[in-house]
């Protein structure tokens, strides 16, 4: 068996008292199988004495599931200083109502990342679950130096305080949304070193009432610095989604943002091309603008489903401007399509029910 089927097995691993799996929270620190056993070193941080047996036990009896495994041996490790494990149990307490969360993310900026994740809410809020009622969706900007998110929602209004240091979100076209833009002046800069962007995102998770959700989508600033790491240590991921636009640029930058992801076992969802070509009016013809295949190429690299493309058009910059997500706007617009089909395919690959 190779150390990926090991993962895998140890994926059906729930942490004691979360919905999350071991592997997710990054606890296996090394997984090896030779002659019909299975060697796996996980690593904890915790004050409950009784949790290393306890993960121990669960995961020696999933690897014994396997037919190929006639032996299992799990060495648990403790850190001692429960740091950790208190942040995922103050996450994860105020997150318990969530059932998705998806950070969506791409290596440089000006790919319409942040379009994306709006049309997207907006495509999932009018979706139905498998009972026949419609979708439960929010919004975390987490681009906290350039949030759009407001902008592109519709949404203005000051998040009210529902509590002790707990805010509600903003809600606009039934999707519900917390951003620094909210917050702030729309003229005031947001300067600020690495620590307090974490606190910050810390905040979001902790210290706003998302209450019952299907879909959480976060909407990540590009590259991989402080904003991504942190995302990754607070919040429960179940997923990113990658976002490029055609050109090689684009791609290169998009790659290595995904492997930032990898790093810290956050499953990869899929590629979704943005800009992809633009529609001539006059002919019909489909001109690309910035290349071709970027999207597509992507995806296989990183083998992950590619999710679709999404051309250029001007009526969703229009939607944009003023705050009308074009998939709301027009349904039959070529791009609403298309964030409408890639949304569904996220039902597909991510099933909140």
């Known amino acids: 068996m190779t150390e990926a089927e090991l993962l895998s097995l140890l994926k059906n691993v729930a942490y004691p008292g979360f919905s999350r799996d071991i592997v997710s929270f990054g606890l296996v620190q090394k997984a090896s199988f030779s002659e019909g056993k299975a060697s796996v070193v996980l690593e904890v941080s915790s004050g409950d004495s009784t949790l290393p047996l306890t993960i121990k036990q669960a995961a020696e009896k999933e690897l ?33 109502g969530v059932k998705r ?46 949030p759009s998110i407001p902008l592109l929602l519709g949404a203005s209004d000051r998040p009210e305080l529902v509590g002790d240091n707990i805010l509600a979100p903003v809600e606009s076209y039934d999707v519900k949304c917390i951003s620094m833009g909210l ?118 690299a990183l083998k992950v489903p590619f999710l679709g493309e999404v051309p250029l058009d001007e009526e969703v910059r229009m939607g944009g401007d003023h705050g009308t997500p074009v998939v709301l706007v027009n349904q039959e617009n070529p791009s609403s399509r298309a964030f409408s089909e890639i949304s569904q395919k996220i039902l597909e690959i991510l099933p909140a029910d």
């Open 64 to 96: 014994l599931k396997h037919s190929a495994v006639e032996e299992a041996e799990v060495v648990v490790r403790t850190k001692g200083d429960g740091q950790k494990a208190q942040s995922i149990s103050t996450s994860e307490a105020n997150l318990a």
């Open 101 to 146: 969360i998806l950070a969506i993310a791409s290596g440089k900026g000006g790919v319409g990342k942040s379009t994306l994740t709006a049309n997207l809410a907006c495509a999932l809020a009018r979706s139905k679950n498998m009972d026949g009622k419609t979708l439960k969706v929010g919004v975390m900007d987490c681009d906290l130096y350039g």
């Open 183 to 300: 917050l702030i002046d729309e003229e005031s800069p947001v300067v600020w070193r690495g620590p307090m962007i974490m606190k910050t995102i810390q905040q979001f998770a902790e210290n706003v009432k998302w209450g019952e959700l299907d879909y959480l989508l976060i909407d990540l600033p590009p590259g991989t610095g402080d904003a991504q790491l942190s995302l990754a240590q607070v919040l429960p991921l179940d997923g990113a989604l990658i976002i490029t636009t055609p050109q090689k640029a684009a791609v290169d930058v998009a790659r290595r943002g995904a492997r930032m992801f990898e790093k810290v076992n956050v499953p990869l969802v899929g590629v979704v091309e943005n800009m992809s070509y633009l529609v001539e009016p006059s002919s019909g013809e489909r001109r690309y603008l910035f290349g071709q295949g970027g999207g597509s190429t992507t995806a296989h």
